[in-house]
């Protein structure tokens, strides 16, 4: 492998990650990275488990969700370990062989098409986890090369999704705050409440609704009362 080659791509991948303007296209960005610059690699994916219910993000196949399908089906496979367990790297190397440890998924797998696979624990979010995957349709296509080369696309990978999540919850608070202070301005002028008042008024009709505050001052915003 290259790796002068591979450290200028992967330098300009990393500003091309922190370039995005959205967590889901730095999300694609990473798993399009994984294809052009991990050797062997046909798909991947970032599965995410909420629980035990997967979510399959990015995907640059079908291959990568019907896997994660399966994994989320028999709670077993490598990138569902990967992600549940906080491994930081699970790699199988030919599906044409036995693998004790997922007896059920590993033929199963060789079925959807995978020939070899690796799971890189991506981030960990509160009671999230993650893993970035990367499939091959062929049998031994992943070397050591190839998962050194996906263990520093990963942790490039983490940095940029975590810079893209925080930048978006700003943004959402911002936003937030915006239309609860504007919802507080039009409680105020039509019911001749105070700044605190108009406040009140949403807190508690949020509280006694379960009714999330960003949602009811928007609803003020929108009708101009509750």
Same mark, same amino acid.
């Not at 991947?44 to 994994?71: C, F, N, Y």
């Given at each position: 492998?290259?790796?002068?080659?591979? *450290?200028?791509?992967?330098?300009?991948?990393?500003?091309?990650?922190?370039?995005?303007?959205?967590?889901?296209?730095?999300?694609?960005?990473?798993?399009?990275?994984?294809?052009?610059? $991990?050797?062997?690699?046909?798909?991947?994916?970032? +599965?995410?488990? =909420?629980?035990?219910?997967?979510?399959?993000?990015?995907?640059?196949?079908? @291959?990568?969700?019907?896997?994660?399908?399966?994994?989320?089906?028999?709670?077993?496979?490598?990138?569902?370990?990967?992600?549940?367990?906080?491994? &930081?790297?699970?790699?199988?190397?030919?599906?044409?062989?036995?693998?004790?440890?997922?007896?059920?998924?590993?033929?199963?797998?060789?079925?959807?098409?995978? &020939?070899?696979?690796?799971?890189? +624990?991506?981030?960990?979010?509160?009671?999230?986890?993650?893993?970035?995957? @990367?499939?091959?349709?062929?049998?031994? *296509?992943?070397?050591? *090369?190839?998962?050194? *080369?996906?263990?520093?696309?990963?942790?490039?990978?983490?940095?940029?999704?975590?810079?893209?999540?925080? =930048?978006?919850?700003? !943004?959402?608070?911002?936003?937030?705050?915006?239309?609860?202070?504007?919802?507080?301005?039009?409680?105020?002028?039509? =019911?001749?409440?105070?700044?605190?008042?108009?406040?009140?008024?949403?807190?508690?009709?949020?509280?006694? =609704?379960?009714? !999330? @505050?960003?949602?009811?001052?928007?609803? $003020?915003?929108?009708?101009?009362?509750?």
């Amino acid at each position: 492998m290259d790796w002068d080659r591979f *450290a200028q791509q992967m330098a300009s991948m990393a500003r091309d990650l922190l370039a995005q303007r959205s967590v889901d296209a730095t999300l694609e960005r990473i798993t399009a990275s994984a294809t052009e610059l $991990v050797e062997g690699c046909d798909a991947a994916g970032i +599965l995410v488990l =909420h629980g035990t219910t997967v979510e399959t993000l990015a995907p640059t196949d079908q @291959l990568v969700v019907d896997s994660d399908r399966l994994q989320e089906r028999l709670r077993e496979g490598p990138c569902f370990d990967a992600a549940r367990e906080g491994e &930081g790297v699970l790699r199988i190397p030919d599906f044409s062989a036995g693998q004790p440890r997922w007896p059920l998924f590993t033929p199963q797998a060789r079925r959807l098409g995978v &020939g070899s696979m690796m799971g890189f +624990l991506l981030f960990t979010v509160d009671e999230d986890l993650g893993a970035l995957n @990367l499939y091959s349709r062929e049998p031994g *296509a992943f070397t050591e *090369a190839s998962e050194l *080369a996906g263990w520093l696309l990963a942790s490039h990978a983490a940095v940029a999704f975590s810079s893209a999540r925080t =930048h978006a919850q700003l !943004k959402q608070a911002v936003t937030t705050r915006h239309v609860i202070g504007e919802a507080m301005g039009i409680l105020m002028g039509s =019911h001749r409440l105070t700044e605190e008042e108009a406040f009140d008024v949403l807190r508690r009709f949020s509280q006694e =609704h379960n009714i !999330k @505050l960003r949602e009811v001052a928007r609803r $003020v915003c929108e009708q101009g009362s509750l």
